[in-house]
């Protein structure tokens, strides 16, 4: 049988507690509402929603920063932050995790955004490979970055990107 088709939209504010949801089901890392909503507003076409079969399958949201460049060297760049990116688990390694990593890329480099970066568990092999073979490379650990000690990958990608044609 053919497999359903996602699609993938803006967030809308009424997707919240959806999102919510798979952020607890997905992710140690969980925020306030109105914490989603402050990165949302800071760059709302770079919050972007992957339905399936009418239900909300994953997010990725980001947000725009300037800082030092990962990938650059000694340069002050526009940097489109990935905050959190999930998919819940009966909807994984459909591509979709990757397409909405790509449209978000896409969104932030339209905001001028010249690189990319993003925080995963070191322990995260699917996250790691997934953004390894999507052309991100590691930029530094990051030693207990998270809340239970763990380290973290900075990993990070020139804009704009342009995957390779298959
Ligand atoms: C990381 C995460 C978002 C990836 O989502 P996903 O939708 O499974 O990602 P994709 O389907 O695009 O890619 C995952 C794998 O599935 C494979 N895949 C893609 N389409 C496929 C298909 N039709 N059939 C089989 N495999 C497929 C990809 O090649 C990729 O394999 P690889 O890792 O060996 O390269 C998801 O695993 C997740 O939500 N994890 C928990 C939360 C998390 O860790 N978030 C990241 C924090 S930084």
């Known amino acids: 049988m053919l497999e ?31 914490f989603f909503m402050e990165v949302y507003k800071s760059c709302p076409e770079a919050f972007i929603i992957a339905e399936k079969e009418r239900k909300v399958a994953g997010y990725i949201m980001c947000r ?35 397409e909405l ?18 925080e995963v568990r070191t322990a995260n092999e699917d996250a790691v490979r997934l953004y390894k073979n999507m052309g991100f490379d590691t930029a530094r650990v990051a030693t207990h970055y998270y809340h239970d000690g763990a380290d973290a990958y900075v990993m990070s990608i020139k804009l704009p990107h342009n995957p390779p044609m298959n």
């Open 101 to 118: 990593v790509l449209a978000a890329m896409k969104a932030l480099e339209l905001h001028g955004a010249e690189e990319c970066f993003l």
């Open 64 to 98: 725009l920063e300037f800082g030092f460049s990962d990938v650059r060297r000694f340069r002050m760049v526009r940097k489109g932050h990935v905050v959190s990116v999930a998919v819940m688990p009966d909807y994984r390694r459909q591509g979709i995790g990757k």
């Open 4 to 34: 359903a088709p996602y699609l993938l939209r803006p967030f809308r504010p009424d997707d919240l507690s959806s999102v919510i949801e798979i952020n607890r089901v997905c992710l140690p890392e969980n925020y306030s509402p109105y």
